[in-house]
C-alpha cells in the first residue's frame, strides 16, 4: 500500500522548488512513517536546491524536523505509533568498525529507509539527508526516529535535528569547550547561534562572535556571546587576538563553509587551539595553508558532523536543558511559514533576516 501526501520537491539546479504530490510507501522491515508537525528551513537544504551537494535531483528537501509516528514496519520495537520524535539523519548501525570501537557518533554505515518516495508519475525522489520532512508525512529508517517529551512545541523540538544540534555540539563534543575557555564562532546563522549557546552551556568565558551582518551579530549578543566582530569592517584575526590577550581563541568554530573564513578560523586560534569546521564546502573550494604554519601551530583542526552527537544521548537531555530554562530552543525560530513559502524562506536566509524559518502543518 501507499499513500500521497504533498511535499516540497526541488526539480532541478537553481530551479525554484515546487510542492508535488508525493507518494510514500507503507513502512518495511525497520521502517517508519511519520507524520510530520514541523521541519526548519536549513542552509543545507539551500545547497542541496543549488546542487552544492550532489546532482541527484530531484530532491525531497527538509531535514530538521519533529512529527508523531503514523506507523512502523516489520522488527521495529523502539519507536511505536503515536510516539512524538525529532528526526535525525544519522540512526547510527551498531556495526560498523566506528560503531564497534564504541565510538557511534562516527559511525561509517548510517541507516535511512530502503524504500524510495516517488512522484506520482513514478520518479525516485532523493530525501535531503535521508529525510525530507518539508512533507505532511515521510518515510525514514525507525532508527531515525527519537523520542522525546511530547510537552515541547514541534517546531522548536524540531530544530534539534539538525542546525541546532550541530552548533551546539560543535562547541560540547567536537570542540569539547571547556569551562573558562575562550571560544569563537565564525558566521551567526541558526548553527554559529547554536555554537554560541553550546559554548556558553560549558562555562566558556569569552565568547566572541563574528559575521558580516550587525542584524546576526545582534542576535548572537542575545545568544550569549560576549564581544562581536563585524568581519566586513574589522579583521577578525586581529580582533579576536586582541580580545583574548594576543593570544587567539582556545576554540574557533567555523560555522560558513568558506575556504575565507577556515582560514580565518585557523589564524584566529591560540597556538595548540581547536579549529572546528561545522559549516559545509562545496566540491569546487579548495583550501592552502602553509604546511609550516599547520605543524608550527599545533593543536587540533576537526569537523564537526551533526556536532558529533548522539541522538538518543543529545537530544533528550537538550530538550530537559530547555524545559528547564538553561537554554531557549525558541529563540532561534524567527517565523512559523506553510509549505508553500520555503522558496520565499531561502530567499529571506539568503537576505541575512531569519535565524530559521519553520514549516509547521
Ligand atoms: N556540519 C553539520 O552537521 C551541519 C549541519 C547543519 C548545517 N551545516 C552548515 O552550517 C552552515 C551554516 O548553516 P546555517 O543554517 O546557520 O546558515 P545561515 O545562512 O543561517 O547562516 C550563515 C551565517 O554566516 C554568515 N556569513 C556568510 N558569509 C560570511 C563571512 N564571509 N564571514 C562571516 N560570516 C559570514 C551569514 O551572515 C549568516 O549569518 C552551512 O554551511 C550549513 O550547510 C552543517
Ligand atoms: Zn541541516
Ligand atoms: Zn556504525
Known amino acids: 500500500m501507499t499513500q500521497q501526501v504533498q511535499g516540497v520537491v526541488a526539480p532541478g539546479r537553481d530551479e525554484p522548488v515546487r ?68 528526526l535525525n539523519w544519522r540512526a547510527v548501525c551498531g556495526q560498523c568498525r566506528a560503531c564497534l570501537r564504541g565510538r557511534p557518533w562516527y559511525c ?55 542546525g541546532v544540534m550541530a552548533g551546539i555540539g560543535a562547541a560540547i563534543n567536537t570542540g569539547q569547550v571547556g569551562r573558562g575557555d575562550s571560544v569563537a564562532v565564525i558566521g551567526c546563522g541558526g548553527v554559529g547561534d547554536a555554537a554560541v549557546v553550546g559554548a556558553r552551556l560549558a562555562g566558556a568565558a569569552r565568547i566572541i562572535a563574528v559575521d558580516i551582518d550587525d542584524r546576526k551579530l545582534a542576535k548572537a549578543r542575545e545568544m550569549g556571546a560576549t564581544h562581536t566582530v563585524n568581519s ?45 569546521l561545522v559549516g559545509v564546502p562545496t566540491p569546487e573550494m579548495k583550501l592552502e595553508l602553509p604546511l609550516l604554519d599547520v605543524f608550527g601551530r599545533g593543536g587540533a583542526l576537526k569537523s564537526s558532523w551533526y556536532g558529533d552527537c548522539l541522538p538518543s544521548r543529545d537530544f ?39 535565524l530559521r524559518s519553520v514549516v509547521v502543518f
Open 232 to 276: 566586513r569592517t574589522d579583521d577578525p584575526v586581529e580582533a579576536i587576538r586582541e580580545l583574548t590577550g594576543g593570544f587567539g581563541a582556545d576554540v574557533v568554530i567555523e560555522a560558513v563553509g568558506r575556504p575565507e573564513t577556515y582560514r580565518q578560523a585557523f589564524y584566529a586560534r591560540d597556538l595548540a587551539g581547536t579549529v572546528v
Open 316 to 354: 533528550p537531555m537538550l530538550i530537559d536543558l530547555h524545559q528547564q530554562g538553561r537554554i531557549d530552543l525558541a529563540a532561534f525560530v524567527t517565523e512559523t511559514i506553510g509549505l508553500g513559502d520555503v522558496e520565499h524562506a531561502f530567499a529571506r536566509m539568503h537576505e541575512g533576516d531569519v
Open 108 to 162: 561509517f554505515d548510517t541507516h535511512n529507509a530502503r524504500q524510495k518516495m516517488t512522484l506520482t508519475d513514478g520518479t525516485e525522489l532523493s530525501p535531503a539527508l535521508g529525510i525530507g520532512a518539508f512533507a505532511e508525512k515521510t518515510l525514514v529508517a525507525a532508527g531515525q526516529c527519537t523520542k522525546v517529551d511530547p510537552a515541547v512545541a514541534p517546531s522548536v523540538a524540531g530544530l534539534l535535528g539538525c
Open 19 to 86: 510542492v508535488e504530490t508525493i507518494v510514500i510507501p507503507d513502512p518495511g522491515p525497520g521502517e517508519a512513517v511519520v507524520k510530520v508537525q514541523a521541519c526548519g528551513v536549513c542552509h543545507t537544504d539551500l545547497h542541496y536546491k543549488q546542487g552544492g551537494i550532489n546532482d541527484d535531483f530531484p530532491f525531497l528537501l527538509g531535514h530538521e524536523a519533529a512529527g508523531v509516528v503514523e506507523s512502523v514496519g516489520e522488527g521495529v520495537t523502539d519507536v511505536a505509533p503515536g510516539d512524538f520524535v525529532i
